[in-house]
């Protein structure tokens, strides 16, 4: 037994002579957290020695992997809308009778981008392209109306119809240009967004119904202030989520503003057409 494992080496290191032998080493160094790879591959042929470097920067397991941050624009969103006489008030408009379970603002946001700061996506900007349309109904038969280049609310003396329920609407291409900020829960982003959206108003439209019957065009002659910026925050946890927007701008160019009578004492004179949309609602994201 022990001449043939002697012959079977034998056999091998005869075979081995002028066959190419190659060694190879690997030193790694750190820098931070950055790892430094080399490899270093050394061919011995016929007493020539040659030597390979391959230097490789970074590992997935120290380096902090770039994570892509995913804007928060719903696909499709609705909230209970209210007009306000001043911007940063959460009460009804004065003297003018809303509606508030048929008062509503809805969109949809397409083409959405992002922005991120750091690697793991978790702040950046975050922006979109979005439409919707904002409704509100009247309970008392009222509307708004040019009186003379003025917006009042009431009825128009030209129009003797009378309604029974009445409604303003408008359209308006939207684009919000937010902050940011993501977690990450479970794999699912918990986020929440804060900034401006600049809003283009629209094809505004008064309608009213007489004794049920079919919908009535009151007017379309109305100074709608076409550009607005609202106050835009959304806070949500992957698909769903909920949103709030304050208008900055008066909903009309020259409302009809109340008078305070000679004196400075009592009621204020007529309505305040001042008035300033609130929406707050949810979100679905798909």
């Known amino acids: 037994m022990k001449l043939l494992k002697t012959a079977l080496c034998a056999l091998v ?148 119809s009378q309604y029974d329920e009445t409604w303003f609407r408008y359209w308006g291409f939207r684009l919000p240009i937010n902050l940011e900020l993501q977690h990450y829960v479970n794999g699912k982003p918990f986020f929440l967004t804060f900034g401006p959206e600049i809003e283009y108003r629209f094809a505004p439209k008064s309608l009213g119904r007489i004794d049920g019957g079919k919908q009535r065009n009151i007017s379309k002659n109305y100074d709608l202030n076409p550009l607005n910026v609202n106050l835009m925050a959304q806070v949500g946890y992957n698909n769903i989520g909920f949103m709030a927007k304050l208008s900055l701008i008066d909903l009309f160019q020259s409302p009809m503003r109340p008078e305070w009578p000679i004196g400075g004492e009592g009621p204020l004179s007529g309505p305040n057409c001042e008035v300033y949309p609130l929406t707050m609602g949810f979100s679905i994201f798909y």
């Not at 190419?20 to 430094?36: H, N, S």
């Not at 006489?85 to 508030?100: E, L, T």
């Not at 946001?109 to 109904?137: D, P």
């Open 13 to 160: 290191l005869t075979a081995g002579i002028g066959a190419t032998a190659q060694v190879k080493q690997t030193d790694e160094t750190r820098i931070g957290e950055w790892l430094i790879i080399e490899e270093y591959e050394i061919k011995d042929n016929d007493a020539t020695v040659s030597r390979q470097t391959k230097v490789q920067v970074g590992d997935k397991k120290f380096s902090t992997p770039r994570r892509r941050m995913r804007a928060h624009y719903p696909t499709y969103y609705m909230g209970f809308s209210r007009l306000s006489n001043d911007p940063f008030s959460m009460d009804y408009a004065n003297d003018i009778s809303q509606n508030q379970s048929k008062c509503w603002d809805w969109g949809v946001y397409l083409c959405e981008h992002s922005i991120a700061f750091n690697k793991r996506g978790t702040i950046g900007l975050s922006y979109a392209f979005g439409f919707g349309r904002s409704s509100y109904k009247f309970n008392d038969g009222q509307y708004f109306y040019n009186d003379n280049g003025l917006i009042n609310y009431g009825t128009n003396p030209a129009n003797t």
